[in-house]
């Protein structure tokens, strides 16, 4: 079974920051690994895809990385701005399973 | 249309009445998920569709739940006989056109269930 985990569960930092939000996963047997968004009252947005042969994916102020043979992830945001404030969601397609694997999330508040 | 549509966005319910959730994909989709959200929870997946097949239903909690998805496209999602242990937000969520694996999702914005 393909367990996935978010670290830490909530985050506050200053405007400006660099920071880094952790994932890991059990079976490293996937096809790809996602990230979200969720902001309050709303559904997931799509942040960046990576796939198991890929290392990195960028989009403007975020990175993700992908080392799939010790099983983590990381999200990158650089120069973090208030309306990065939101849930960030992991999740993980394993091969073999049509379903994605979903991490609790990281709660992240961008001080002004 | 241009995003997973979901409706009702918000349903309240007597406990032991039966609830249908739908969700409308993006067009020529053929990966349909649904998810369950409780509060400060992770996502608990529901069930899957992928095109013809037969649709990965491990997810689903018990026999009350269940889920069409008509023509390959709209679904519903069905539970019968509610409790309360079923408040939460359904989310849906679709991908790709030809179901490839590197495909991302797509969600709705979900339906907050709450069971009285």
């Known amino acids: 079974k393909q367990e996935v985990t978010q670290i830490p569960a909530a985050l506050s930092v200053p405007e400006g920051e660099n920071l880094v939000l952790n994932c890991s996963f059990t079976?490293?047997?996937?096809?790809?690994l996602q990230w979200f968004r969720q902001d309050p009252g709303k559904g997931l947005t799509s942040l960046l895809l990576i796939q198991s042969s890929q290392r990195e994916q960028t989009s403007g102020r975020l990175n993700a990385s992908l080392d799939k043979s010790s099983g983590r992830s990381t999200l990158y945001i650089a120069a973090s701005q208030p309306g990065d404030s939101a849930t960030y969601l992991c999740a993980v397609k394993k091969i073999g399973v049509g379903k994605f694997y979903f991490g609790s999330g990281t709660k992240l508040n961008v001080k002004p | 249309g241009a995003g997973v549509s979901q409706s009702p966005s918000n349903k309240v319910t007597e406990k032991g009445k039966d609830v249908e959730l739908r969700c409308d994909p993006i067009?020529?989709?053929?990966?349909l998920y649904w998810y369950r959200q409780s509060l400060g929870q992770g996502l608990e997946f529901l069930i899957y569709?992928?095109?013809?097949?037969?649709?990965?239903k491990s997810g689903l909690p018990s026999d009350r739940f269940s889920a069409e998805r008509t023509g390959g496209s709209v679904s519903t999602l069905t539970i019968q006989r509610t409790q309360q242990e079923d408040s939460a937000v359904y989310l849906c969520?679709?991908?790709?056109?030809?179901?490839?694996?590197?495909?991302?999702?797509?969600f709705g914005n979900g339906t907050r269930l709450t069971v009285t």
């Open positions: 079976d490293s047997a996937i096809y790809n």
């Open positions: 969520a679709s991908s790709s056109p030809t179901g490839l694996d590197n495909s991302p999702l797509h």
């Open positions: 067009s020529g989709h053929t990966a």
């Open positions: 569709f992928q095109g013809n097949s037969a649709p990965d």
